[in-house]
């Protein structure tokens, strides 16, 4: 059963910092990883999608890469601002059907 | 842009009440899925859909049922509402057939449920 971990659970950082949030899965036979955003009380906003082929994909300030291998995903952002404040999910796409399975997020605060 | 529309942002429901959760989207997406998010529990799946009148049951299915009769809108139904059903509720939807791998989820905004 694949298990997806993202660490940490919660960041606080100021404004102007470059961080890295991390994700990582159990089974590395994935179609797909993708990166969302969600506001309080909100739904999730796709930020990236990685396929299973490719190394990173890039918008704006984030990148976001991928180590099928060893189960692991970053999340760059650069100069971080207020307005990143959000959960950040993670979730990868199995073989079977469209099922994404989601970590458990990371909380961001950045303050001005 | 993908838009994924979800009938309701919030709704209070009694114990026993029958409840419908309604999901549009725009994009002429084959997939279709609703997921419930608990606070210490993430995300998960409750059912899928990959076709009209087409279902599959996700990972905690009891409760609830889903209708699909258009391409464009997928129901969830709560048969019979009970307090642990009280849930944020999200509904996505990906272009694709049923093994199609690579292609973007897109969510809707959410129903707060709340069963009084």
């Known amino acids: 059963k694949q298990e997806v971990t993202q660490i940490p659970a919660a960041l606080s950082v100021p404004e102007g910092e470059n961080l890295v949030l991390n994700c990582s899965f159990t089974?590395?036979?994935?179609?797909?990883l993708q990166w969302f955003r969600q506001d309080p009380g909100k739904g999730l906003t796709s930020l990236l999608l990685i396929q299973s082929s490719q190394r990173e994909q890039t918008s704006g300030r984030l990148n976001a890469s991928l180590d099928k291998s060893s189960g692991r995903s970053t999340l760059y952002i650069a100069a971080s601002q207020p307005g990143d404040s959000a959960t950040y999910l993670c979730a990868v796409r199995g073989p079977s059907y469209g099922k994404l399975t989601f970590g458990q997020g990371t909380i961001l605060t950045v303050h001005p | 842009d993908v838009k994924v529309t979800q009938s309701s942002r919030y709704l209070v429901k009694r114990t026993g009440e029958k409840v419908f959760l309604e999901c549009v989207q725009d994009?002429?997406?084959?997939?279709m899925f609703w997921y419930r998010q608990d606070p210490g529990l993430g995300l998960r799946l409750i059912y899928f859909?990959?076709?009209?009148?087409?279902?599959e049951k996700g990972d905690i299915p009891e409760g609830y049922s889903v209708s699909r009769e258009k391409k464009e809108r997928f129901s969830l139904i709560l048969e019979s509402a009970s307090t642990n059903q009280t849930s944020m509720y999200l509904c996505?939807?990906?272009?694709?057939?049923?093994?199609?791998?690579?292609?973007?989820?897109?969510f809707g905004q959410g129903t707060r449920l709340t069963v009084v």
């Open positions: 994009m002429d997406h084959e997939n």
């Open positions: 089974d590395s036979a994935i179609y797909n």
């Open positions: 996505a939807s990906r272009r694709g057939g049923r093994r199609t791998g690579g292609t973007e989820a897109f």
């Open positions: 859909s990959y076709d009209v009148k087409m279902k």
